[in-house]
C-alpha cells in the first residue's frame, strides 16, 4: 500500500507543476493527482480499518482457535463433556475461553483439583494467547440434558 500512496503523492506533485506552468489542461493534471491521492488515503483507512476489527477487545475468538480449545477439552480423560464453550479477545495477544464442563464420574476433589491445573497449563503450553482459562465444572445432565461418555 505505501507504495501507491507514494504513487499518489507523485501524481499530485505532478500536478501541482503542471498547474504552475499554465494552461487548462494543468488543472486536469493537479485534478488527477489529487483524485489519486484521495482513493490511496481512502483504500489505506479502509486497510487500517479491517486491521483494527480484528483487534477489538470483547470481540470471539477466531473460529479454528474456539475448534482447538474445544478438541483439546473433549480431548481430556477427566472431562466428560464440553456442554458450552465461549471465547472472549482480552486484547491482540489475549483470548479468554470459557467453558462449562462435566466431569468423567469417580474422581476425588483433590484429583479434580490437580487435573484443572494441568489442563489450564497444557491449554497455555498449545496456545500462548490463552493466558487466562475460566472452566466452570457443572452436571451436563442435570442442566443441558446430555448423556455421559460411559452412557453413550
Do not use: C, K, W
Not at 475461553?97 to 464420574?105: C, S
Not at 496456545?127 to 461418555?149: I, K, N, S
Amino acid at each position: 500500500m505505501g507504495i501507491f500512496v507514494t504513487g499518489g503523492r507523485f501524481s499530485v506533485f505532478q500536478g501541482v507543476q503542471a498547474f504552475r506552468s499554465g494552461g487548462s489542461e494543468s488543472h486536469d493534471g493537479y485534478v488527477f493527482g489529487l483524485l489519486v491521492l484521495l482513493l490511496a488515503l481512502v483504500t489505506e483507512g479502509a486497510s487500517l480499518g479491517r486491521a483494527a476489527r480484528a483487534q477489538l477487545i470483547g470481540e470471539a475468538a477466531d473460529p479454528a482457535v474456539r475448534r482447538e480449545v474445544r478438541e483439546f477439552l473433549v480431548g481430556q480423560p477427566e472431562i466428560d463433556t464440553v456442554a458450552a464453550l465461549l471465547t472472549m479477545r482480552l486484547g491482540p495477544d489475549s483470548v479468554l475461553p470459557a467453558a462449562r464442563i462435566d466431569l468423567t464420574p469417580g474422581y476425588a476433589s483433590e484429583t479434580v483439583e490437580g487435573a484443572m491445573v494441568r489442563i489450564r497449563r497444557q491449554a497455555r503450553g498449545r496456545r500462548p494467547e490463552l493466558d487466562q482459562v475460566f472452566l466452570d465444572v457443572t452436571d451436563a445432565d442435570a442442566a443441558y440434558g446430555r448423556t455421559h461418555r460411559s452412557d453413550a
